[in-house]
Nanobody, 122 residues
Framework: QVELVESGGGLVQAGGSLRLSCAAS????????MGWFRQAPGKEREFVAC????????IYADSVKGRATISRDNAKNTVYLQMNSLKPEDTAVYYC???????????????WGKGTLVNVSS
């Protein structure tokens, strides 16, 4: 069974930074693309960023472009999301996901973590 465990969320002031981590276990991490999505209270889950198997290709949502960096360490089975210049509208539960291809669509991802809460105060 695939397991994805997010960490690194918390309370941060606007303008601050956070690095989210997602550790994968019990499956071939390097064989899957990885993505981050987020869901704010009362809103639908939305795409944030994704990265290809080897890390050479990335896609970002317009809302985080220039402020977020997704990266992966296949030796550690871990994907990261560095978020800078955080805004109150970034407040959401952030979910790690894994899937067979690079995609911005939640429906294309096969596995999901339970999420980590990021709360940005103004």
């Amino acid at each position: 069974q695939v397991e994805l465990v997010e960490s690194g969320g918390g309370l941060v002031q606007a303008g601050g930074s956070l690095r989210l981590s997602c550790a994968a276990s019990r499956y071939t991490f390097s064989a899957n693309t990885m993505g981050w999505f987020r869901q704010a209270p009362g809103k639908e889950r939305e795409f944030v960023a994704c990265i290809s198997r080897g890390g050479g290709s990335t896609i970002y949502a317009d809302s985080v472009k220039g402020r977020a960096t997704i990266s992966r360490d296949n030796a550690k089975n871990t994907v990261y999301l560095q978020m800078n210049s955080l805004k109150p509208e970034d407040t959401a539960v952030y979910y790690c996901s894994a899937g067979p291809r690079l995609s911005t669509l939640a429906g294309s991802m096969s596995y999901w973590g339970k999420g980590t809460l990021v709360n940005v105060s103004s």
